[in-house]
């Protein structure tokens, strides 16, 4: 049974088919979005090779298609192109349909808070891998959106997130449960959501905030090029 590909699919399907919609015209911003997962999925799949290879996780094989690319199932490597996609029409579709930005006045708090909390946990947790390397770079990341972006995007960008977690919670689910993904416990807090790891929740943040953040980069950068006067 090929769970994890269908998961995939399942995943970009609405997404994809509904970036046509008028009022989101989600196709319009593709120029900026798919160099954002790029940016993604070179950073991750380098990730989950260096995890895999060192038992932090690895794949059930009675779940997959058997290709496999860098020792990483094709699925795999088609989860960090389907889920930022899907992702990041969330993001747009709330952007589109909900004018106000509800969580502005609370981003700056909850992105010091989480700067603040995230770092002593990895500190505390260095033997165990997935934890101390995903929190830390989420809170790195924060800092990083910060400079660049200041709280501009944040407050969206938290909403898209909350969303978000009702698919998170479905696919992951699955994928856990069966499970496909098998984790080493060793190397996490052993917290679970049902089925699912705690740091998950933060990984699939660092992940759409990383891909938020190059997305709403390329975004401001092609429209000041598309609007700058002409100086011929």
């Known amino acids: 049974m090929y769970i994890y590909l269908y998961l ?7 997404p994809l088919l509904l970036s046509f919609d008028k009022k989101v015209a989600f196709y319009r911003n593709w120029p900026a ?3 954002a997962i790029l940016v993604n999925a070179l950073v991750f799949i380098f990730w989950d090779v260096q995890f895999t290879k060192n038992g932090v996780w690895g794949f059930n094989e009675e779940y997959l298609v058997g290709i496999y690319l860098f020792n990483l199932p094709i699925e795999e490597i088609l989860f960090f192109i389907t889920v930022p996609y899907a992702c990041v029409f969330i993001y747009d579709v709330l ?5 106000k930005d509800l969580l502005q006045p609370y981003a700056k708090s909850i992105a ?3 700067m603040m909390v995230l770092p002593l946990i990895a500190v505390f947790n260095m033997g165990r891998w997935y934890t101390s390397v995903t929190f830390m770079l989420l809170a790195i ?17 938290y909403l898209a997130y909350l969303v978000h ?22 190397y996490n807090l052993g917290f679970r959501i049902v089925t699912i790891p705690i740091e998950d929740t ?11 953040s190059v997305y709403e ?10 609007y700058q006067p002409s100086t011929v």
């Not at 992951?172 to 080493?184: D, H």
């Open 217 to 226: 980069g390329l975004r401001q950068r092609f429209s000041i090029k598309q």
């Open 112 to 114: 010091f808070g989480l």
């Open 141 to 157: 990341l924060h800092l990083v959106h910060l400079k660049y972006f200041s709280t501009k995007y944040l407050g969206r960008f």
């Open 165 to 186: 977690l009702i698919p998170f919670l479905i696919v992951n689910g699955v994928l856990t449960y069966l499970p496909v993904v098998i984790y080493n416990d060793a």
């Open 202 to 212: 933060m990984y699939s943040m660092l992940m759409l905030m990383l891909t938020i």
């Open 33 to 35: 979005l798919l160099p």
């Open 95 to 99: 952007n589109a349909y909900i004018t």
């Open 8 to 14: 995939n699919i399942f995943t970009i399907l609405f």
